[in-house]
Nanobody
């Protein structure tokens, strides 16, 4: 699976941004999808995940209520809507694909579950 994220940008604190990630190469609906992020000097961290059919989503605690992950299997695309952005949300955001039909998005929190990764897109939130 080849992944390419879009939507990078600079936004003020309190603002919003929507990332999208287009997949190609294999059947998109065979994969759970996730978003991760990595800030300078920090480890890559889990943001959100969604099961193959979009029936289940899961978020890191600091993103709950602010971020929404969704997918459109007809368009082979996964999205991350980010609202109420904070300066600490500044990071490179990565989309990733994990093969599996588990119905629980919570299963897909760990980086080692993901076989395919996009190149990352920069999100900068100014305070």
């Amino acid at each position: 699976v080849q992944l390419q994220a879009y939507g990078e940008g600079l936004v003020q604190a309190g603002g919003y941004l929507k990332l999208s990630c287009a997949a190609s190469g294999r059947r998109f609906s065979d994969y759970a999808m996730g978003w991760f992020r990595q800030a300078p000097g920090k480890e890559r961290e889990f943001v959100a995940s969604i099961t193959w059919n979009g029936g289940s989503t899961y978020y890191a605690d600091s993103m709950k209520g602010r971020f929404t992950i969704s997918r459109d299997n007809a368009k082979n695309t996964v999205y991350l809507q980010m609202n109420s952005l904070k300066s600490e949300d500044t990071a490179v955001y990565y989309c990733a694909a994990a093969y599996g039909s588990d119905y629980r998005a919570q299963t897909f929190q760990d980086t080692f579950k993901y076989r395919y990764w996009g190149p990352g897109t920069q999100v900068t939130v100014s305070s």
